[in-house]
């Protein structure tokens, strides 16, 4: 575990159950990202909506059983708890369906959802929960009631086609750090006419939105950051067993997000992050228990 500060961190958008061919897991990039901030020493909020059903009643148990707050997570009467169907193949990367027009479609911006946001230091979110406009405008009404200092990280996460050019534009201008793969790199970087060299795309991609910092994540060919004081590239050498990719890019942002809070070189965030996001790789569970780096 990490000692430092009690950062209060928030994950913003979907909480759903994955359901695999042999088990079900809570999940959702949001949680998964709140619980690894959790384990890394932040006081972690769930900002969300689940269903009055039993899918949402095991959610609450088991976020409370991981310590986080979620009072911030809403019960929506009319609607079910999320769930997306996964499938792994060979080497551990999954495929997703979403269950349509669910509890996390129908987020309200709400006094409590105001009055955490205005005491985070950060909070993620991305494009899945974009999807329904009612969350959406609430999601845009959280992030612009955080404090002017608070890092407003977007974590891209394209998930089949429920993203457009307009919501990736509003949401890297509403942020000032950005994290993607490579794929989804190669998209933005097409989409806002950026050079497709690594290191040029993402300092014009940070100047053009004002961004604190960037992050593209290259898979096992390592990850790179970048501030407007600092370039750094992690080249991993460490080969792992890859059970299951699910939760490890939400680690990895979790844990760049705890480095940079704690003011630590932008070199050690990499490789602090990309270690921590292959030992999640090297498990079953999106957010297994990380007891080093």
């Excluded at 061919?21 to 690894?36: C, T, V, Y």
């Excluded at 020493?41 to 609450?60: E, Q």
């Excluded at 998209?187 to 290191?199: A, G, H």
């Excluded at 290259?218 to 790179?224: A, E, M, T, V």
Aim: one cysteine or more.
């Amino acid at each position: 575990m990490i000692e430092n500060k009690k950062f209060k961190i928030a994950g913003l958008g979907e909480v759903l159950w994955d359901i695999f061919p042999d088990a079900k897991k809570l999940g959702g990039a949001p949680a998964n990202f709140s619980a690894h901030a959790q384990q890394l020493g932040a006081k972690s909020y769930i900002l969300s909506a689940v269903g009055k059903d039993d899918f949402g009643k095991n959610a609450i148990e088991l976020l409370e059983e991981a310590l986080m707050d979620i009072s911030g997570l809403q019960i929506n009467d009319t609607h079910a708890t999320g769930s997306v169907r996964v499938n792994l193949d060979e080497s551990g990367i999954p495929t997703y369906t979403f269950e349509e027009d669910v509890a996390w479609d129908h987020i309200q911006f709400e006094i409590t959802q105001k009055k955490i946001a205005q005491c985070l230091d950060a909070i993620c979110f991305g494009t899945l929960a974009q999807r329904n406009v009612i969350s959406q405008n609430t999601i845009f009404k959280i992030l612009k009631a955080t404090p002017e200092n608070c890092l407003r990280v977007f974590d891209v996460n394209f998930r089949k086609d429920y993203y457009n050019p307009e919501m990736l534009f509003q949401s890297l201008e509403l942020a000032n750090v950005v994290k993607m793969n490579e794929e989804e790199f190669l998209e933005i970087i097409s989409l806002f006419n950026l050079p497709s060299n690594p290191s040029k795309g993402l300092e014009a991609l940070m100047y053009q939105f004002d961004l604190k910092f960037c992050i593209l994540t290259l898979g096992k060919k390592g990850s790179i950051m970048i501030s407007k004081a600092h370039y750094s590239i992690y080249d991993s050498a460490e080969p792992i067993i890859v059970k299951s990719t699910v939760g490890a890019g939400d680690a990895f942002t979790a844990a760049a997000v705890m480095g940079w809070l704690n003011q630590k070189p932008l070199d050690q965030i990499n490789k602090e992050a990309s270690r921590i996001a292959a030992y999640v790789c090297s498990q079953l569970e999106a957010v297994p228990v990380i007891k080093h780096i």
